[in-house]
């Protein structure tokens, strides 16, 4: 009987080789995907890493932002009825610090006074106070306009110094309502916010502080330079034709001139009568109005 020939047993196959179907096949999916599998992998690492760095930074980013101050942040007191102006823009952007300041800036309040300060209608900076959460507050005292200039094509407002004052806040209506200084050759020797640089609209602007509300209650429109430079006077001008002599600016009254407080009593005496055409002088003395006036006996 003969003996039957020995079985041949399945070739052995190394673990993770290419004839293994399920190693074999992953092996070929990295070989054929190994670039972008390194792109994905180079992508995630680069994720996590600016996960990680942007949780080390959001924090202080927070707190740097916190401690900026802006803008808006910005509170502004004093600023009167008759401004128009956005004061606290115009003053930050004028300045260049409309863009964020560090609250930690030592020099900020000074930085602050000195942008407000510049601003033409600010008269004073009266204080600076800064505030946690970023924000400060500014008081500040306007000036007040207290006549019209009139110029060539328009009128130019100024303050009780001569100051000149924004002319963008005036309308032609609200222009009216106030004492118009004539007989000025001069244009401002500067921008506005700056003195006028002529003695004439400094004289002007005093006239019209000193005269103050009986301005209206005179019915005076105007008021102009009459006579020469050592001797100038000052004329008030009505409706019909109504000239008050008023003589000299208040301060600069010559010799023997009644003071300006006295003319102006007698000017709100002629203000209650009524109105009269033709010439008035209030630099002449009335010994009967300016006598002092004696305390009744008990």
């Avoid at 293994?20 to 680069?46: I, K, Y």
């Avoid at 006074?113 to 601003?119: E, G, I, L, N, S």
């Avoid at 050759?185 to 019209?208: K, R, T």
């Amino acid at each position: 009987m003969s003996t039957p020939p020995p079985r041949r047993g399945r070739p052995a196959v190394s673990v993770g080789s290419p004839d293994d179907p399920v190693a074999g096949g992953f092996a070929g999916f990295v070989r054929e995907h190994r670039a972008g599998l390194g792109a994905v992998a180079v992508a995630a690492a680069a994720t996590v890493a600016g996960w990680a760095a942007w949780s080390r930074l959001a924090e202080p980013v927070r707190s740097h932002h916190e401690q900026m101050l802006l803008p808006e942040a910005v509170e502004v007191t004093g600023v009167a009825a008759w401004v128009r102006s956005d004061v606290r823009g115009e003053a930050l952007r004028n300045a260049s610090l409309d863009g964020g300041l560090p609250l930690d800036d030592p020099e900020l309040p000074r930085r602050l006074a000195r942008a407000f300060d510049m601003h033409p209608w600010v008269r004073q900076v009266i204080a600076v106070s800064l505030r946690h959460p970023a924000s400060a507050r500014v008081e500040i005292a306007c000036r007040e306009p207290v006549a019209m200039v009139g110029v060539k094509g328009g009128l130019l407002a100024v303050d009780g110094d001569g100051v000149v004052l924004p002319s963008a806040d005036f309308t032609a209506e609200s222009a009216a309502a106030y004492p118009r200084i004539s007989g000025v050759d001069s244009s401002p020797q500067g921008p506005e916010g700056f003195p006028w640089g002529d003695p004439l609209v400094e004289e002007g602007a005093a006239l019209a502080v000193a005269i103050g509300p009986e301005w209206k209650g005179a019915g005076l429109i105007e008021c102009r330079p009459v006579g020469p430079r050592g001797q100038r006077g000052w004329e008030l001008v009505g409706p019909e034709d109504r000239i008050i002599h008023f003589g000299s600016a208040p301060g600069r009254e010559q010799t023997d001139e009644p003071t300006a407080a006295t003319k102006i009593a007698r000017l709100r005496s002629i203000a209650a009568a009524p109105a009269a055409a033709g010439r008035i002088d209030l630099t002449q003395r009335d010994p009967v109005a300016d006598a002092p006036r004696s305390i009744p006996a008990p």
